[in-house]
Nanobody, 124 residues
Framework: EIQLVESGGGLVQAGGSLRLSCVAS????????IGWFRQAPGKEREGISFISRGRGATGYGDSVKGRFTISSDNARNTVYLQMNSLKPEDTAVYYC?????????????????WGQGTQVTVSL
């Protein structure tokens, strides 16, 4: 069974940092692209970032480019999302996603597996 378990969310002041972790199990880790999405109350899901299978490429949404960094520790089957210079508009539930694809995107329909999510709240 494929599982994605997120952790690292919490409450932080604007300008602060958080690092989210996604531990994956149930599949060959390096064979899957891994990504992060978020959803704020009343808003659609938003693609934040991805790292490709083989871990050779990354991508970011415009709203987080330059502030967030995705990385991978294949030995730990873990993908991280380092979030710096956080803003109140970054408040959302953050989801880890996985897909068996060579062409990851920031479109929700392209991702096959979703974690349960972790809440990130950024206060003024």
């Amino acid at each position: 069974e494929i599982q994605l378990v997120e952790s690292g969310g919490g409450l932080v002041q604007a300008g602060g940092s958080l690092r989210l972790s996604c531990v994956a199990s149930g599949f060959i880790f390096d064979d899957y692209a891994i990504g992060w999405f978020r959803q704020a109350p009343g808003k659609e899901r938003e693609g934040i970032s991805f790292i490709s299978r083989g871990r050779g490429a990354t991508g970011y949404g415009d709203s987080v480019k330059g502030r967030f960094t995705i990385s991978s520790d294949n030995a730990r089957n873990t993908v991280y999302l380092q979030m710096n210079s956080l803003k109140p508009e970054d408040t959302a539930v953050y989801y880890c996603v996985a897909a068996l694809t060579y062409f990851p995107s920031l479109l929700a329909d392209d991702w096959h597996y979703w974690g349960q999510g972790t809440q990130v709240t950024v206060s003024l």
